[in-house]
Nanobody
Framework: QAQLVESGGGTVQTGGSLRLSCAGP??????MGWFRRPPGKEREFVAA?????????GYADSVKGRFTISRDNAKNTVYLQMDSLKPEDTAVYYC????????????????WGQGTQVTVSS
């Protein structure tokens, strides 16, 4: 079973930036993306990107214009660049991979990472 490994979480002040990385499956054409679980809330979709790259991406309305997802298939890695961070972005961020496309990327994704904490202080 594929194991995803996230890195790059931490604490940042409001308006700051962080970049998350996720090492994904080493074989297969997977859609990859990010979910997050804010304190006391359900896990929610953040962003996804198809195996073909930035020509097919999806974002939650709450992060559009602030977060950018990208991937490097040669490194089997997906990135989430998070700019203009807000306290409401505080959450555990999870990387996921799925054989279905961006439009069907959901909490039922096949593979998951353990999560990385992002804290935005006001």
């Amino acid at each position: 079973q594929a194991q995803l490994v996230e890195s790059g979480g931490g604490t940042v002040q409001t308006g700051g930036s962080l970049r998350l990385s996720c090492a994904g499956p080493t074989s297969g054409a997977y859609t990859m993306g990010w979910f997050r679980r804010p304190p006391g809330k359900e896990r929610e979709f953040v962003a996804a990107i198809s195996y073909l790259g930035s020509s097919n991406t999806g974002y939650a309305d709450s992060v559009k214009g602030r977060f950018t997802i990208s991937r490097d298939n040669a490194k089997n890695t997906v990135y989430l660049q998070m700019d203009s961070l807000k306290p409401e972005d505080t959450a555990v961020y999870y990387c996921a991979a799925d054989s279905r496309g961006v439009g069907k990327f959901s909490k039922s994704a096949e593979f998951w990472g353990q999560g990385t904490q992002v804290t935005v202080s006001s």
